[in-house]
T-cell receptor, first 114, second 112 residues
Framework: AQSVTQLDSHVSVSEGTPVLLRCNYS??????LFWYVQHPNKGLQLLLK??????LVKGINGFEAEFKKSETSFHLTKPSAHMSDAAEYFC????????????FGTGTRLKVLA | ETGVTQSPTHLIKTRGQQVTLRCSSQ?????VSWYQQALGQGPQFIFQ???????GRGNFPPRFSGLQFPNYSSELNVNALELDDSALYLC???????????FGQGTRLTVV
């Protein structure tokens, strides 16, 4: 069965410092992995996706993630946080058994301090 | 090209009532999935429609039902509303079952 575990429920960083949001996955297949962001009272916006091509994936707004099969991890990083990055972030694995439904982690709330 | 749109954005219902939520999929997309996001949690898969047929269902009771129309728009119906049904309901459409999903803004349902 597919699952994702987001290791931190809350992360606080100062503006201009690096961001690291951690995600481990479990999958019986070669996984498709995603990071989504959700701003307050908004829907979900795709940041980036991994679908078995390059292991370092670049996304929007300066975010990137590295797929590490040996560590079953897909951590999200950004070199320099901006105030507008404050939001909830979800790591997602796609279940390929028929529906390709998304299985979400519990989310990490990122707070950016001025 | 329009994105995924959901209506209404907010609604309040009384326990025991029925509700219908609507979703217009992105142009060219034949797959619609519905998710329930309770407060402080990640979205949970309700079901998926592919070319007007239900293609899979999560761990939700039968009082959650849906439809997909020939234009690939979709409805989510919930009967006999319970207080725990209060949540953000998200619709996602994709070009096909295995391609990335694009989410709407959601419908915030409050059951009182």
């Amino acid at each position: 069965a597919q699952s994702v575990t987001q290791l931190d429920s809350h992360v606080s960083v100062s503006e201009g410092t690096p961001v690291l949001l951690r995600c481990n996955y479990s999958s019986s297949y070669s996984p498709s992995l995603f990071w989504y962001v959700q701003h307050p009272n908004k829907g979900l916006q795709l940041l980036l996706k991994y679908t078995s091509a390059a292991t370092l994936v670049k996304g929007i707004n300066g975010f990137e993630a590295e797929f590490k099969k040996s560590e079953t991890s897909f951590h999200l990083t950004k070199p320099s946080a901006h105030m507008s990055d404050a939001a909830e972030y979800f790591c997602v694995v796609s279940d390929p058994s028929g529906t390709y439904k998304y299985i979400f982690g519990t989310g990490t709330r990122l707070k950016v301090l001025a | 090209e329009t994105g995924v749109t959901q209506s209404p954005t907010h609604l309040i219902k009384t326990r025991g009532q029925q509700v219908t939520l609507r979703c217009s999929s992105q142009s060219g997309h034949n797959t619609v999935s519905w998710y329930q996001q309770a407060l402080g949690q990640g979205p949970q898969f309700i079901f998926q429609y592919y070319r007007e047929e239900e293609n899979g269902r999560g761990n939700f009771p039968p009082r959650f039902s849906g439809l997909q129309f020939p234009n690939y728009s979709s409805e989510l119906n919930v009967n006999a509303l319970e207080l725990d049904d209060s949540a953000l309901y998200l619709c996602a459409s994709s070009q096909d079952r295995w391609t990335e999903a694009f989410f709407g803004q959601g419908t915030r349902l409050t059951v009182v």
